[in-house]
């Protein structure tokens, strides 16, 4: 028997303030999914087989394809415990992706594919919004078992409108269907079609959303999170008392990005600078201008996240696990043949073997960091201090609220 979980302290009770990311990128989710499964692997093995993410982090951030891991994992199942263990987002993808994204064959599949991109979306979403739907019911973003934060994007009112836990107690109108939330983040243009729903705020007027995916506008959604939290300390939330706001060295964060295809080298200058509107949309089935603001969009954050951690001297408190390498269909986010979901597990098991890599900020390319280990030595590393952090966060909470022995027994 292992260990009963009850939620998560707030950080008023510890040292830190947990924060989980995790990019979009479509199929490459399996990227992220095999590091997960090796952090929550190691939870266990420090507390139990009944351990699991959410037991840990304050903040659980996931953007598009990040964002329905996020929901898998916080969501809560009959026994108040969540969906999914992280070991079962893997074989989640290896068996769904393919229904997601169904590919087109035969000597005729490039025809067929330009003509669908030409006049909607390359997939009509319906296998992956039953299946949302089915997931995760009628649970609601305030139900989620810790804290979450999911970006969208509206395309009618031209802004990111973000998912928060923290949001529904102020602004009840965001407390609308996690099968919602996860449609609308991982609608991406050109791919799957945008999202429309409504909900009613605490007047009784009719809100519209019409949402695409939250990786035009956060495609790593880690700065959100944090700015998120910020938000709570300066509205003095007690969950944070008496954290200064800003205090980022009281924050941990594991940022998991799904691999981009940078050292390629695909584009250039002089190539570019022939496209039409339809070469920006459309190159050997993968949209240049897409792939060119999500990406710009993760490195954005990371470079800032960076540059702030080092200038406090807290580097060692912020983990990016990326890489660059990706090439051919691997960088792609909807060639779910069984030869590329494999090669992309094989992938994210090398990327465990790797050495722990940080961003330079003046070349904005990645490095290995000296004596840093492997990305599974960080994991590592970091099961520990949340397994730590977790404990005393419950040791001073019992102290807190222990009964006054003196007062009973007068």
């Known amino acids: 028997m292992g260990e009963t979980f009850s939620p998560i302290h707030p950080p008023t009770y510890g040292n830190l303030i947990t924060v989980l990311s995790i990019d979009g990128g479509g199929i490459r989710g399996i990227i992220p999914g095999v ?10 093995v420090l507390d139990g087989a009944n351990a699991r993410l959410a037991d840990y982090f304050d903040v659980v951030a996931g953007t598009s394809t990040g964002g329905l ?3 898998m994992l916080t969501a809560p199942n009959s026994d108040k415990r969540p969906l999914y263990a992280a070991k079962e987002i893997v074989p989640f993808y290896l068996h769904n ?4 994204f169904p590919q087109t064959e035969g000597p ?5 594919n330009f003509l669908t991109l030409l006049i909607g979306p390359k997939y009509d979403g319906d296998y992956l919004h039953n299946l949302i739907n089915d997931i995760l019911g009628k649970t609601r973003l305030h139900q989620a078992l810790t804290n979450i934060i999911i970006p969208t994007f509206d395309i009618k009112n031209l802004q990111p409108t973000i998912f928060s836990s923290y949001q529904v107690t102020s602004n009840p109108v965001f407390d609308v269907a996690l099968s919602d939330i996860c449609i609308s983040t991982s609608a991406a243009p050109t791919y799957l079609p945008a999202h429309y729903f409504t909900n009613t705020d605490e007047h ?14 956060a495609n790593d959604p880690a ?11 300066f509205n003095e939330n007690p969950d944070f008392y008496p954290i200064k706001p800003l205090d980022y060295r009281r924050f941990l964060v594991i940022s998991l990005g799904t691999g981009s295809n940078k050292k390629e080298h695909k584009y250039s200058a002089n190539l570019a600078a022939n496209w039409g509107l339809l070469d920006w949309f459309f190159d050997n089935w993968s949209p240049p201008l897409v792939n060119i603001f999500t990406q710009a969009s993760s490195d954005m954050v990371d470079y800032h996240i960076s540059v702030v951690f080092q200038a406090l001297c807290s580097e060692d408190n912020y983990l990016r696990i990326q890489d660059e390498t990706l090439s051919g269909t691997l960088a792609s986010v909807d ?10 597990v094989e992938f994210g098991e090398k990327l465990l073997k790797k050495p722990v890599s940080r961003v330079n900020l003046d ?7 000296a004596d840093g280990g492997t990305n599974e030595d960080a994991l590592k590393r970091f099961a520990k201090i949340l397994s730590d952090e977790r404990k005393l966060r419950e040791s001073n909470f019992q102290k807190k609220n222990k009964p006054d022995m003196s007062v009973s027994r007068k």
């Open 69 to 71: 891991i996020a929901a």
């Open 335 to 344: 060639v779910a043949t069984t030869e590329n979901l494999g090669k992309l």
């Open 223 to 233: 700065l959100v999170a944090i700015s998120e939290v910020t938000k709570q300390e």
């Open 363 to 369: 070349t904005g390319l990645y490095q290995t960091v």
């Open 35 to 44: 590091m997960l499964s090796y952090l929550e692997s190691q939870l266990q």
């Open 108 to 112: 005729y599949a490039w025809i067929i």
């Open 204 to 217: 009784g007027n009719l809100i519209e959303f019409n949402l695409i995916d939250g990786g035009v506008a």
């Open 97 to 100: 992706a393919p229904k997601i």
